[in-house]
């Protein structure tokens, strides 16, 4: 039976569905949502890829014709597919694929990441190189050093990638083949290198514009044929995952579009991207598709395009982010990648290129510049579309009225506190500050939308571990509850995995809910994420997945 919210805003109170025209495909036979917090239907039908009307069962029959499909769910779940509006799909195939995993999932203990890096040492050839991806300096021991890869092998170079994506390792036969200089400095973009309490360089690696000088060297050639296999083989196992939609923020360049965009058209999941700053002039051929406040998609590919990403600090877990706050027990406060001044610069130029900007902020001193130089140059318009501030780990509850405010909207990494909450609590932030690390309930309280994302690879896919987060608000490291104040209900997570994540994309109107005419994008699941118990909302099964009326996972 739907529910009077849901029959209004699908159309399903008509009684004579049948003038529509045939049915593909008829859902019935278990629970389906159109969209979170709406209630729900009895029955769904899709034709040529798209909603073509939910409403009551016996109402939707009168679709049915000799060559529908009927898809009885058996007493499953049906929802919009899950967007994932931060998730890094290239890097994540060929970081996961290319780079040995040495993650936290394999080897909790650093005894045991000792053994298996020696190993690898002592079965590889002198001189090559050694790169490892997904060390999680929070979870696996603290940050590693040029000697303690040393101990590893002074005869390989070595690159440790961490998963947080902005921070990685080397060791000494690295650093002579990368000809790093003692005297090195900051590198444009933020790029810079630790040093130890003499002053020397001690292996660790900060941002994208150092990591990949040793990357570049570590990583093999990358083929057509080795992108190909390695994209398809992550896209196949992120829909098992119930994703039918991911968006790239930044790590896709505009030479690789059109390649991307034929490589979209045999995934599984639709893909998306935004292009960094730094490429932003490149982007200008394809102005003329309609660049802005929706998503372009690409002439035939399954590729959309939208916004244009800035990375204006690093991550908390190596306390890089920019706070205006020492971080606990520190006499540091991390920094911005760019003086305020010169963000304001971009995020002009970005405005006068006519698309939204994207800006990475981990720290409130990162959130304070963005919302700044946000407001100059937008002065609170959204009609280049939504600007966002991703990640937004620890926003001050007057930063979140003044997103409100401009039209911004967070994006939250909601795995930061699912892994890290404890450690944030006790060795980052404090008590204090960690309880609203990831602030869904302010934002909810504030009638602000936001999304959740995953950032993969830099955390592990899956959106309903999101959601069973944001609803809990539980670190599974230690078990416990981290800022309950902060806790929001399902039916405000699933929002922010679905069409609040879609809008944020530029998708709002295709994607994000099964209304009439929309994509008919779809997740089906095995339990009801609002009726089971909160803390099983990550455990339930992934049925199958539908992309534009197809099925491509189950």
């Not at 981290?482 to 994540?501: E, F, H, M, P, W």
Request: glycine residues 10%.
């Amino acid at each position: 039976m739907a529910t009077a919210a849901a029959a209004a805003m699908l159309g399903g109170t008509r009684p004579a569905f049948a003038a529509e025209g045939g049915a593909d495909v008829i859902f019935t036979g278990g629970t389906i949502i159109p969209l979170a917090g709406a209630g729900t239907v009895g029955a769904l039908a899709i034709a040529n890829g798209k909603v073509l009307a939910a409403g009551s069962a016996s109402s939707i029959m009168g679709l049915k014709t000799k060559n529908t499909k009927i898809v009885n769910l058996d007493g499953r779940t049906l929802l919009p597919g899950f967007v994932d509006p931060h998730h890094h799909v290239l890097a994540a195939s060929i970081y996961l694929e290319l780079l040995m995993d040495i993650g936290y999932h394999l080897y909790p203990k650093r005894a045991q990441l000792m053994d298996f890096m020696r190993g690898v040492a002592a079965r590889t050839p002198p001189g090559q190189w050694l790169a490892f991806s997904n060390y999680d300096n929070l979870l696996q021991g603290g940050d590693l050093s040029l000697e303690i890869l040393d101990t590893i092998s002074t005869q390989h170079p070595i690159l440790v990638w961490y998963t947080n994506g902005h921070d990685g390792c080397v060791n000494s036969k690295a650093l002579e083949l990368g000809q790093v200089p003692e005297n090195v400095g900051i590198i444009p973009g933020g790029g810079h290198y630790g040093r130890d309490a003499s002053g020397k360089l001690n292996g660790l690696v900060y941002e994208l514009p150092a990591i990949l000088k040793f990357g570049r060297m570590a990583v093999p050639k990358l083929t057509p044929q080795i992108v190909t296999k390695t994209v398809r083989d992550y896209a196949k196992m992120v829909s098992s995952y119930g994703n039918t939609f991911m968006h790239e923020p930044g790590t896709v360049m505009c030479e690789w579009l059109e390649p991307y965009g034929k490589l979209s058209n045999t995934l599984p999941a639709r893909v998306s991207c935004s292009i960094m700053y730094e490429d932003m002039k490149n982007l200008a051929p394809y102005k003329g598709l309609g660049l802005g406040a929706k998503a372009v998609q690409l002439p035939n590919s399954m590729l959309t395009v939208y916004g244009i990403k800035i990375l204006d600090d690093g991550s908390d877990q190596t306390e890089t982010g920019a706070q205006t706050q020492d971080y606990l027990n520190s006499k540091s406060k991390g920094a911005t990648n760019y003086p305020a001044d010169q963000l304001k610069a971009m995020v002009a130029d970005v405005k006068a290129f006519g698309m939204p900007v994207l800006i990475h902020c981990n720290g409130d001193l990162a959130i304070d510049n963005s919302l700044d130089a946000i407001e100059a140059a937008y002065q609170g318009s959204t009609a280049f579309g939504i600007n966002r501030i991703e990640h937004a780990t620890v926003p001050r509850p007057d930063q979140i009225q003044r997103m409100k405010k401009l039209g911004v909207q967070p994006s939250f990494l909601m795995n930061h506190l699912r892994l890290y909450g404890a450690a944030f609590r006790d060795d980052i932030f404090g008590p204090e500050r960690a309880k609203n690390v990831d602030p869904a309930g302010w934002c909810v309280a504030a009638n602000l939308p936001f999304s959740m994302h995953t950032d993969s690879p830099c955390s592990p896919i899956g959106q309903l571990a999101l959601v069973e987060t944001a609803v809990t608000r539980r670190c599974i490291i230690d078990n416990s509850v981290i800022g309950k104040d902060q806790a929001i209900n399902v039916n405000q997570a699933l929002r922010a995995i679905t069409i609040d994540a879609a809008k944020q994309c530029g998708m709002g109107d295709r994607i994000g809910s099964l209304e009439k005419g929309k994509e008919a994008d779809i997740v089906i699941l095995e339990d009801n994420p609002t009726k089971v118990d909160p803390e099983r909302i990550s455990k339930i099964k992934v049925s199958e997945t539908w992309v534009g009326g197809q099925k491509k996972f189950g």
